[in-house]
């Protein structure tokens, strides 16, 4: 009997200095768990939620801008089709008062006189009806061919301006903000010196 028990006793002394050795380690974690600075934990939430915050802000501060930009290009550019049918009829009118024999208004007939007058004023008005609503007239004589604004019909031979200068305007052109709505059809001159690449572009 006395030598089972003293055959086992180191066995069960190793057991025990086994669980001693690991029940440390495994209570380290909730020890630090257990010891961890609360106001630490608050301020590292509060980075976060300060961090999410700014984030959210941002964004819908973006969207905002986003949305006025929308809503204003809407109201700018909301009567372009309605302002370029009426160019086509402020045309019509132009071509009305333009048939008309010079001579014949000179002659002084009451009539024609007064309808050449009633023509033009309609003219006069619905243009400036469309320029209240942001229409406005490109005014290229003298400045470079811009694309984006003209388009260019014919050539005149010049050699006393740059190159590509626009002389003369067979049609106007009009702008609504700060989009085309109508290029203007020009005559450019040809045969000048070259305009350097980085001249003046033209936008009305």
């Keep these: ?3 089972d028990t003293s055959k086992h006793a180191p066995e069960a002394a190793n057991d025990e200095a086994e669980i001693a050795a690991v029940s440390p380690e495994g ?3 909730e020890a630090q768990a257990a010891d961890a600075d609360p106001i630490a934990l608050l301020q590292a939430e509060n980075a976060d939620l300060r961090d999410k915050y700014l984030r959210l802000a ?3 501060d973006n ?7 929308d809503v204003k290009d809407a109201k700018s ?3 372009a089709g309605f302002a370029r049918d009426m160019l086509a009829v402020s045309d019509n009118l132009r071509r009305g008062l333009e048939a008309i024999p010079a001579e014949a208004l000179e002659a002084g007939e009451a009539g024609l006189k007064a309808l050449a007058e009633g023509v033009e004023m309609t003219e006069r008005s619905m243009l400036a009806a469309l320029e ?3 229409v406005r007239k490109l005014e290229p004589i003298g400045e470079k061919f811009d694309p984006h604004f003209h388009q260019a019909m014919f050539e005149v031979p010049n050699t006393e301006v740059p190159n590509g200068t626009v002389l ?3 049609q106007d052109g009009y702008k609504i903000g700060d989009r085309v709505l109508r290029p203007a059809m020009v005559g450019v001159s040809k045969g000048g010196p070259k305009v350097p690449a980085n001249g003046g572009d033209q936008q009305g």
Excluded at 63 to 69: A, H, P, S, W
């Design 1 to 3: 009997m006395t030598d």
């Design 27 to 29: 209570n380290e974690a």
């Design 58 to 60: 941002a964004e819908m």
């Design 63 to 69: 969207l905002r801008r986003r949305t006025e930009r």
């Design 77 to 79: 550019y909301a009567v």
């Design 132 to 134: 209240r609503h942001g």
């Design 168 to 170: 003369q305007v067979v």
